[in-house]
């Protein structure tokens, strides 16, 4: 059974920081790209970040020199360093693969980041 457990979030000011990590179980996670999204309130789900099974990462331009992404493989872990964090990047962040627009697994119960300006 696939699962994705996100966590890390919170509440912080601009300019502030936090690092949420995705533990992944039920697949072979070395093996696939995976991607951090969001979903802000009233908004569809949006890529912020993802990183190649070999380590190659690409990131949303809103998000770029701000969020770095990196993963674990001997912990099937995957994270999201986040600096200066803007109002704008409050919502909902969740970890799954990344296979262009999709399929994708099914989703995690994700992380609340709120960003106070």
């Known amino acids: 059974q696939v699962q994705f457990v996100e966590s890390g979030g919170g509440w912080v000011q601009a300019g502030g920081s936090l690092r949420l990590s995705c533990a992944a179980s039920?697949?072979?996670?070395?093996?696939?790209?995976m991607g951090w999204y969001r979903q802000a309130p009233g908004k569809q789900r949006e890529l912020v970040a993802s990183?190649?099974?070999?380590?190659?990462?690409n990131s949303a331009d809103s998000v770029k020199g701000r969020f770095s992404i990196s993963r674990d493989n001997a912990k099937n872990t995957v994270y999201l360093q986040m600096n200066n964090l803007k109002f704008e990047d409050t919502a909902v962040y969740y970890c799954?693969?990344?296979?262009?627009?999709?399929?994708?697994?099914?989703w995690g119960q994700g992380t609340q980041v709120t960003v106070s300006s």
């Open positions: 039920g697949i072979p996670f070395s093996f696939y790209t």
């Open positions: 799954n693969i990344y296979r262009g627009g999709g399929p994708f697994l099914s």
């Open positions: 990183i190649s099974s070999g380590g190659g990462t």
